[in-house]
């Protein structure tokens, strides 16, 4: 028997048990074949079926209506910094980005090698410890782009500015698919896989046609968002595996009771785990309460000496991933979709513990 292992990683991430025997079966025997799904064409009647209902479960799952096209791309998140702005906007116009970690920065570095940026709201002089009150963005802007999560940071957007009066934008790799939002009101939405809807190696991506189509620059086939949406994300090679392992964590969201109900365990994880923190004066969060994530909770100690001490504690409870990213230090907990409150209750309870002998 495995060890129970509470896994908190930031991304590669935990996902729902059932997701990697399935995906392990596959690997040896899909769908009774006889055949990995490692050695079947994507083009076969075979893995078309994977990469049609996978399309067809983000629509559904987000409620997306006919404007909106659903793409799994290859290249992660970091690609799209660069995708979105080559798709967009054109050399002498205006994109408008928030500001609001280290993933938000790079992506306003990739835009600006394709046109003008405007910074609509910025907390950079908080220490990126909050999200902006209010956003000046200019109504000619291509589009304003958001990181709804702040993966590093720990922040989280709580009120959408969908009404900026341009098209919205939006890096959702560590969010998505945990909270209802009105994903219509998107007009692109891109995340990588690998923090809450499967593999590392593929990206979704969610557009709304009708903003394609403006830019005056020639765009390469492959980086044409219009070329995947006319291939119906089958330009070229699929990333197959990882897709079938979104598909997988899809049905699993679906049989859980889709977005709604994925939410309301959330909330009740990352209420459970903030409350502790909150009410034992060892630990520390720095993220203002009303911005704080529900997925990644950034943590410190008020005495940075007894960090270490904490941090043995946790691996000898089998608990993982809870070291601070390497530019913020203290700790993160990442409390993703497949994350058990079970897991939740086993670091409050050590939290509690550890405070009591230190308090
Ligand atoms: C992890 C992350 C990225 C980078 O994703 P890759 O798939 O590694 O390129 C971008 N944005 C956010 C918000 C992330 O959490």
Not at 305 to 317: H, R
Not at 346 to 357: P, R, V
Request: charge should be negative; include cysteine.
């Amino acid at each position: 028997m495995k060890p129970v292992i509470h896994n908190f990683n930031a991304g590669p991430s935990v996902l729902p048990r059932e997701v990697f025997e399935e995906a392990s079966k596959a690997i040896l025997n899909f769908n009774d074949t006889g055949l990995s799904i490692l050695e079947i064409g994507h083009r076969t009647s075979l893995f078309q079926p994977v990469m049609d209902e996978a399309r067809s479960l983000v629509k559904e799952l987000m409620q997306l209506g006919d404007k909106h096209e659903v793409l799994f791309l290859h290249g992660g998140a970091t690609t799209q910094f660069m995708q979105v702005p080559m798709n967009l906007l054109n050399e002498n116009d205006i994109a408008s980005y928030t500001e609001t970690g280290t993933w938000a920065g790079k992506a306003i570095k990739e835009a600006k090698l394709y046109g003008h940026v405007e910074i609509a709201g910025s907390t950079k002089t908080d220490n990126y410890c909050s999200i902006p009150d209010e956003l000046s963005v200019s109504p000619t802007a291509a589009y304003l782009h958001i990181t709804t999560n702040e993966t590093i940071a720990g922040t989280q957007w709580q009120a959408i500015p969908y009404d900026c009066g341009v098209p919205l934008v939006a890096d959702m790799s560590s969010d998505i698919l945990s909270r209802q939002l009105d994903f219509n009101r998107f007009d692109l939405i891109y995340a990588g896989a690998q923090k809450n809807m499967g593999a590392a190696g593929v990206n979704l991506v969610v557009v709304n046609k009708e903003i394609l189509g403006k830019v005056d620059r020639t765009i390469p086939t492959i980086l044409d968002y219009r070329n995947h949406i006319s291939e119906g994300s089958m330009l070229n090679t699929p990333p197959v595996f990882a897709v079938y392992v979104v598909l997988l964590t899809l049905r699993w969201l679906k049989a859980k009771g889709g977005v709604a109900a994925i939410e309301k365990l959330n909330d009740e994880k990352a209420t459970l785990f903030y409350n502790t923190l909150d009410s034992l004066p060892v630990f520390r969060g720095p993220v203002a309460k009303q911005d704080r994530s529900r997925m990644n909770a950034v943590f410190v100690m008020e005495n940075p000496a007894l960090e270490n001490e904490f941090m043995e504690l946790c691996k000898k409870e089998n608990m993982i991933g809870i070291k601070g990213h390497r530019s913020v230090g203290g700790f993160r907990v990442s409390m993703y979709n497949a994350l058990t409150i079970d897991s939740v209750k086993a670091l409050t309870d050590l939290m509690k513990d550890f405070a009591t002998k230190k308090g």
